[in-house]
């Protein structure tokens, strides 16, 4: 393995940095040995406040001895922090989870007010306001229009065309619009281009940006992929768009989802999520990996596996949830082959509100497998929360709903935080491997 020592780390770990390091880590000869601290960005109270959690179990584990993927991540962000330039595409798919994107939402918020000058965009949204279904509650879509919903978890609906969300709507109008806003979030990427993911091919709307028309400095509609991206000379947080008809047939829109952009250095943290989705859904969403291919991950988190294990445990199939996982991993490292990967295990869930749920272990040994054959970590939420039956305890805690699978908003944030010290963690990993390595 070949590391490349840089100012920025120089900076970031002294020599007295490592004596202290070396009190409470201890590292060997690949990124299997690492044995973080219990804590790294976390205040300590968190190891009294929340004693449900193993802490010692709340890093990134590699099953193998190196990682050329992560290597190169790190790498970027080194010089990305150091030069002040540059973005990373970061991907989270998921569930509801996800789709709620409330523990992701904290993540995104830590890597995007870490730095004044490290911005990052907002990247891809979807109007889920505008489907009658749970909206992230960081932003907002309204519209005068009635929107058709089409999402790949119903079976009637699986044969829709999809894109990376999961989820369309559909409008016959022939003036519709959407706005869009940022709500209760500190963070708000200022806004520099949009792309517009719809329908394939002739695409007879003439788009009216309202208070952003004089803005406009390019306008393109790509008729193969089915989207339009616009570019605005002078950036904004809030926009109007009217899809104004040109054809006097009938014609149905649909919207895949939409990409916010700029031109700012930074991490771009896209939460993927749809209530019920299991890997089969995503899959089976014909345009995913096209429209991934426009924006390529660096950093890519799988984060699906609740709803493929919420079957009777004689109903769960390892080695099917296994080639399904591998299969969509493939897809995303075809986008970017120097793609960091993260394989999460679900949280400890119930079948039924009462039943003991034996699959998440059993999905874990998968994951494991695959994280040793494609040489990336595991973020093992279900051992950190206790293992089987453990979201009884996170229940009695308020860290947990009563359905015992969904978390509370406080269970969420605290589950937001365990994520990012984990990460921080890793970074911290190949820092000092990388000055290891160059001592000897």
Known sequence: MIWRFNLFLAFILTSSQMGSLAQIVTFGDSLADFHPPKISSLDSSYLQRFPVVDFDLNYFQFYTEESHNWEILFEKMSKMKESKQGKLNFYHVGGSHLQADIYTHEVRTKFQSQNELLEGERNWVFPYDLAKTNNPWNYEFTSPNIWKRYRSVVKAQANEAYGLSGIKISCTDSISSMSFS????????????????????????????????????????DTIIGYTEIKFNRPFITFEVEFDRTISNAYELEIYGLQLMNYFPGVSYSNIGTNGAALWNYLACARLEEELKMTPPDFFAFSVGTNDGNVPP??????EYKNNLERLMKIVLRTNP??????????????????????????????????QKYNCPVWDLYGIMGGLGSSKTWYINKLMQKDLVHFTKAGYHLKGDLYYDAFE????????????????
């Open 314 to 319: 004689e109903s769960f199939d390892p080695e």
């Open 338 to 371: 120097e793609c960091a990967l993260l394989l999460t295990v679900p949280n400890d869930s119930y079948y039924h509100r009462s039943h003991l749920n034996p699959n998440i272990e059993r999905e874990r040994t998968v994951i494991r497998e695959l994280a």
């Open 182 to 221: 940022y709500d209760k979030t500190k963070v708000k990427p200022v806004i520099q281009r949009i792309r517009i993911f719809h329908n394939k091919g002739a695409f007879p709307f003439r788009l009216n940006w309202k208070n952003q028309n004089d803005n406009i400095e390019q306008i393109f509609t």
């Open 425 to 440: 963690k890793a970074e911290r990993q190949f820092e000092v491997l990388k000055i290891k390595t160059i001592k000897n």
